[in-house]
């Protein structure tokens, strides 16, 4: 059986680049990460063993996978540790960013920034979950607000 290399088999590739499915972060405690998301984003764990729990965010799955087993994922390549400063921002996109803000204190999550209004037209608010990783509630504010 060959690679199918017509144009249709060409765009359905480049159309399935688009979607992304999941993402693993590396977290140094997997019981304090598990608890984290369930408590603060109420999401399913759909899966779980010994080394990650995976949760499920609407159509994305977030694999927590504890630094031990990251190592394999990433090889030759290093994990970096929580010190090492963030790399990247998980943001997620909302219809009321003090409302959401609200519900995450009532959670017990302490803000780092915001919410506040930026200059490219959102309102934003960042936090970072136990293993450092940084997240940004976001809302569009309407052309009137600015």
């Not at 060959?2 to 993402?23: N, W």
């Not at 984290?36 to 109420?42: A, I, T």
């Not at 694999?63 to 394999?72: D, G, I, P, T, W």
């Not at 959401?100 to 934003?124: F, N, Q, S, Y």
Request: proline letters at 3%; one cysteine or more; glycine letters at 6%.
């Amino acid at each position: 059986m060959g690679v199918d290399t017509s144009p249709r088999a060409a765009e359905v590739a480049a159309q399935s680049l688009k979607r992304v499915s999941a993402i693993s972060l590396f977290v140094e405690d997997l019981r304090a990460a598990k608890a984290f998301y369930r408590d603060v984003f109420d999401v399913d764990v759909v899966f779980e063993d010994d080394s990650s729990v995976c949760v499920k965010f609407d159509r994305l799955f977030v694999n927590l996978l504890e630094v031990s087993s990251a190592a394999k994922q990433v090889e030759p390549g290093a994990v970096a540790g929580r010190d090492a400063g963030s790399r990247f921002q998980l943001s997620i996109w909302v219809d009321d960013v003090d409302a959401v803000c609200a519900l995450l204190k009532r959670r017990g999550v302490e803000l780092l920034t915001g919410p506040i209004d930026r200059e490219w037209g959102m309102r934003i608010a960042t936090f970072t979950d136990p293993a450092g990783h940084s997240w940004e509630v976001a809302q569009e504010l309407s052309r009137s607000e600015d």
